[in-house]
């Protein structure tokens, strides 16, 4: 939280076409640096390195969900506001996730054009 | 004097003479004769009683050689021709069904002996046509020798088969109804005002693993236990009160598992309408519930796993039309936009089918609140302003009237939302489309949404709020709906307790409305 400015942001999840599509959307036209993780634990174990300014995470993986991942980075110190990501029908509410640190949740399909337009969004209200 | 003067005054003579007597004798005979008239009478009446209660007397002559005297009602009721008749013990005996011989004779010495009073005993007899009639016979010694030895042995045989068939017949149809109702999937049980229980079914005592003594003529309060008694208590008072209460209810049964009930507390009234004790049934929905689990479970599922390819397709979409991959051709971003659209399309469609399918299986609880409802109006117009500046319509909202209305403010919205997209559709470029809110009688409100479209053709107006019923509308705007919206709509409106509908306006164009229960409570701050 101690950014002016959200540059960095750190995207987990576990399907390669949306890692791609997202890295594409946040990176070549959102002009953001992405970092980008297949999982909760390869995101446990670069994240410190990354320094995000935002975590975004799928809440649906297998192993170590998006909650269980944001549990354990917060274990470890990390503070960077968090949005989430979901497919789940009726899942738009952060509410329940507020004490995470969570900025809001995007509903999937989302439209990658806005995608960066909303995260700097939510991090400027956070 | 002749003789014959002699013999005239003699017979005077005597006759005065004896005329104190005669009279005497005379008045002897009379008093005799009533006497016998007295006598005749008694036995009439006595036979109209007999013959009118359907009585037969039997008059045992114990001593005087096993002879019994019968009146003639017996054989009537044996159905022979009417006659006294005389037979012997061993002759009456005889008639008596095999199977309640030894039972009537040991009753008979019995009495003979002394050891019982009375004589009262019920058995079958033979009839003359050799079928058998239950008899209801009473009687007892009249009198004994200085010995204690019976003398004479009297009483009535009554015919009684009616009663005894009657009771046959209802112990027959008590049994089939309790074996009914012990084969019912239902657990039962009744309780009076004492809250004390009357009655019980075999599914109660599986359910609840007590035994029947532990049950039957036991307090409520005693058979469940203080604890579970403190969650019934208002339930059962509620019954006695004559109110009827069901819900639904998770217990664990005796051998651990969870079972879903649904429960149902009902007064049980008298003749005259007042309630003398409560019924509770429970019926078992483990099983409804556990299909509908596996629905939800289901439902879930499919909604992420038909949005995760969804989302793909929908983000390569847009990423090729923002020109991440180059500049396209028009005729490329034609084709992309096709694609793109339809791609939302069956977003739209998904999500509606699964919100559609919640909502009518009962699942998402609504979320009920005291609403300020010009605020509500206010939101869903700025909500839906996005989605419908394509189509080139203008929103009005007529000043509100200050309203409140209970219920969830998100799936209202959503209603509006539904009405606004639908009356934008169809609304001509440069038209406005009319917002209003009124109270009706009886503290309803009404809620309006008017457009200034070419109204509704005839022939689609009684299938409108049905699934996937679209209008005709053009080949250029027929698949922008999910053809959900209003389906989805009247669900929500009907399960806030709502109503809704639609009326040609005036002028031209529709408006389709919505009523819901108003209320006068203020809004917490």
Same mark, same amino acid.
């Given at each position: 939280?101690?950014?002016?400015?959200? /540059?960095?942001? $750190?995207?987990?999840?576990?399907?390669?076409?949306?890692?791609?599509?997202?890295?594409?959307?946040?990176?070549?036209?959102?002009?953001?640096?992405?970092?980008?993780?297949?999982?909760?634990?390869?995101?446990?174990?670069?994240?410190?390195?990354?320094?995000?300014?935002?975590? $975004?995470?799928?809440?649906?993986?297998?192993?170590?969900?998006?909650?269980? /991942? $944001?549990?354990?980075?917060?274990?470890?110190?990390? /503070?960077?506001?968090?949005?989430?990501? /979901?497919?789940? $029908?009726?899942?738009?509410?952060?509410?329940?996730?507020?004490?995470?640190?969570?900025?809001?949740?995007?509903?999937?399909?989302?439209?990658?054009?806005?995608?960066?337009?909303?995260?700097?969004?939510?991090?400027?209200?956070? | 004097?002749?003789?014959?003067?002699?013999?005239?005054? +003699?017979?005077?003579?005597?006759?005065?003479?004896?005329?104190?007597?005669?009279? &005497?004798?005379?008045?002897?005979? =009379?008093? *005799?004769?009533?006497?016998?008239?007295? !006598?005749?009478?008694?036995?009439?009446?006595?036979?109209?009683?007999?013959?009118?209660?359907?009585? !037969?007397?039997?008059?045992?002559?114990?001593?005087?050689?096993?002879?019994?005297?019968?009146?003639?009602?017996?054989?009537?009721?044996? @159905?022979?021709?009417?006659?006294?008749?005389?037979?012997?013990?061993?002759? +009456?005996?005889?008639?008596?069904?095999?199977?309640?011989?030894?039972?009537?004779?040991?009753?008979?010495?019995?009495?003979?002996?002394?050891?019982?009073?009375?004589?009262?005993?019920?058995?079958?007899?033979?009839?003359?046509?050799?079928?058998?009639?239950?008899?209801?016979?009473? @009687?007892?010694?009249?009198?004994?020798?200085?010995?204690?030895? !019976?003398?004479?042995?009297? @009483?009535?045989?009554?015919?009684?088969?009616?009663?005894?068939?009657?009771?046959?017949?209802?112990?027959?149809?008590?049994?089939?109804?309790?074996?009914?109702?012990?084969?019912?999937?239902?657990?039962?049980?009744?309780?009076?005002?004492?809250?004390?229980?009357?009655?019980?079914?075999?599914?109660?005592?599986?359910?609840?693993?007590?035994?029947?003594?532990?049950?039957?003529?036991?307090?409520?309060?005693?058979?469940?236990?203080?604890?579970?008694?403190?969650?019934?208590?208002?339930?059962?008072?509620?019954?006695?009160?004559?109110?009827?209460?069901?819900?639904?209810?998770?217990?664990?049964?005796?051998?651990?598992?969870?079972?879903?009930?649904?429960?149902?507390?009902?007064?049980?009234?008298?003749?005259?309408?007042?309630?003398?004790? !409560?019924?509770?049934? =429970?019926?078992?929905?483990?099983?409804?519930?556990?299909?509908?689990?596996?629905?939800?479970?289901?439902?879930?599922?499919?909604?992420?796993?038909?949005?995760?390819?969804?989302?793909?397709?929908?983000?390569?979409?847009?990423? +090729?039309?923002?020109?991440?991959?180059?500049?396209?051709?028009?005729?490329?971003?034609?084709? &992309?936009?096709?694609?793109?659209?339809?791609?939302?399309?069956?977003?739209?469609? &998904?999500?509606d +089918?699964?919100?559609?399918?919640?909502?009518?299986?009962?699942?998402?609880?609504?979320?009920?609140?005291?609403?300020?409802?010009?605020?509500?109006?206010?939101?869903a117009?700025?909500?839906s302003?996005?989605f419908v500046?394509?189509y080139?319509v203008?929103f009005?909202?007529?000043?509100?009237?200050?309203?409140?209305?209970?219920?969830?403010?998100?799936?209202?919205?959503q209603v509006l939302s539904n009405l606004l997209f639908n009356a934008a559709k169809f609304s001509? =470029?440069?038209?406005?489309v009319?917002v209003?809110?009124?109270?009706?009688?009886?503290?309803?409100?009404?809620?309006s949404v008017r457009d200034r479209g070419p109204g509704i053709?005839?022939?689609f107006?009684?299938?409108i709020f049905?699934?996937?019923a679209q209008a005709?509308m053009?080949?250029?705007r027929r698949?922008e709906g999910s053809g959900l919206g209003l389906a989805i709509s009247r669900?929500?409106? *009907?399960?806030?307790?709502? =109503?809704i509908?639609f009326?040609?306006?005036?002028?031209?164009g529709t408006e389709f409305w919505f009523?819901?229960?108003?209320?006068?409570?203020?809004?917490?701050?």
């Open positions: 939280m101690n950014a002016e400015k959200l /540059t960095r942001i $750190l995207l987990v999840d576990d399907q390669r076409d949306i890692r791609s599509i997202v890295g594409l959307a946040l990176g070549k036209i959102g002009g953001f640096q992405v970092k980008v993780c297949e999982s909760g634990e390869e995101a446990l174990a670069s994240a410190g390195d990354f320094a995000p300014d935002l975590l $975004l995470l799928d809440l649906s993986m297998p192993v170590l969900d998006g909650v269980g /991942t $944001l549990k354990a980075l917060r274990a470890r110190g990390l /503070t960077a506001p968090a949005v989430f990501f /979901t497919a789940r $029908l009726n899942a738009k509410d952060a509410e329940g996730y507020r004490d995470l640190g969570v900025l809001g949740v995007i509903p999937k399909p989302f439209d990658p054009l806005k995608l960066g337009s909303q995260l700097r969004e939510m991090w400027s209200k956070r | 004097m002749s003789d014959s003067l002699l013999h005239v005054r +003699l017979v005077a003579g005597t006759l005065a003479a004896l005329s104190p007597m005669l009279l &005497v004798l005379a008045r002897l005979r =009379r008093r *005799e004769r009533g006497a016998l008239d007295e !006598a005749s009478r008694a036995r009439d009446r006595l036979h109209d009683a007999l013959e009118g209660s359907q009585l !037969a007397v039997f008059d045992w002559d114990t001593a005087g050689g096993n002879s019994i005297h019968l009146s003639p009602t017996w054989r009537v009721m044996l @159905g022979y021709d009417p006659a006294e008749t005389r037979c012997t013990a061993q002759e +009456l005996f005889s008639l008596v069904h095999p199977e309640d011989i030894q039972r009537v004779r040991d009753a008979a010495v019995d009495t003979l002996k002394g050891l019982t009073a009375r004589y009262d005993n019920i058995h079958r007899v033979r009839r003359a046509d050799n079928t058998y009639m239950w008899i209801h016979s009473r @009687g007892k010694v009249t009198a004994r020798d200085a010995r204690g030895w !019976a003398l004479r042995f009297a @009483g009535t045989n009554a015919d009684i088969t009616p009663r005894v068939v009657a009771e046959e017949r209802l112990k027959e149809r008590e049994m089939q109804l309790r074996q009914l109702i012990d084969t019912m999937p239902a657990s039962i049980v009744v309780f009076g005002g004492d809250e004390r229980v009357l009655f019980h079914n075999r599914a109660y005592l599986e359910l609840t693993g007590l035994s029947a003594e532990a049950v039957n003529g036991r307090r409520m309060k005693e058979v469940v236990g203080e604890a579970m008694y403190a969650a019934i208590e208002p339930h059962v008072r509620a019954a006695l009160d004559g109110r009827t209460a069901r819900f639904e209810q998770q217990v664990m049964d005796p051998m651990g598992r969870t079972v879903d009930l649904e429960v149902v507390y009902m007064p049980l009234r008298d003749a005259h309408g007042r309630v003398t004790a !409560a019924i509770t049934v =429970r019926f078992d929905i483990t099983r409804l519930k556990d299909l509908d689990r596996m629905k939800d479970g289901f439902v879930a599922v499919a909604s992420h796993e038909l949005r995760t390819p969804l989302t793909s397709m929908r983000g390569s979409l847009g990423l +090729l039309q923002g020109g991440v991959a180059g500049e396209l051709s028009d005729e490329a971003q034609g084709l &992309v936009s096709i694609a793109m659209q339809n791609c939302e399309r069956l977003v739209r469609l &998904v999500n +089918l699964l919100d559609l399918e919640k909502i009518t299986a009962g699942h998402g609880a609504f979320r009920i609140a005291l609403l300020e409802w010009p605020a509500v109006l206010r939101q117009i700025d909500s302003r996005g500046d394509s080139g203008t009005e909202l007529e000043e509100p009237a200050d309203l409140r209305v209970r219920g969830d403010e998100d799936r209202l919205i001509p =470029r440069g038209s406005v009319t209003g809110s009124r109270q009706l009688a009886d503290s309803w409100v009404r809620t053709p005839e022939h107006r009684s299938r049905q699934r996937f005709d053009g080949e250029d698949n669900e929500i409106v *009907e399960r806030l307790g709502g =109503r509908g009326d040609a306006a005036p002028g031209g009523d819901l229960p108003g209320t006068t409570e203020k809004v917490a701050a």
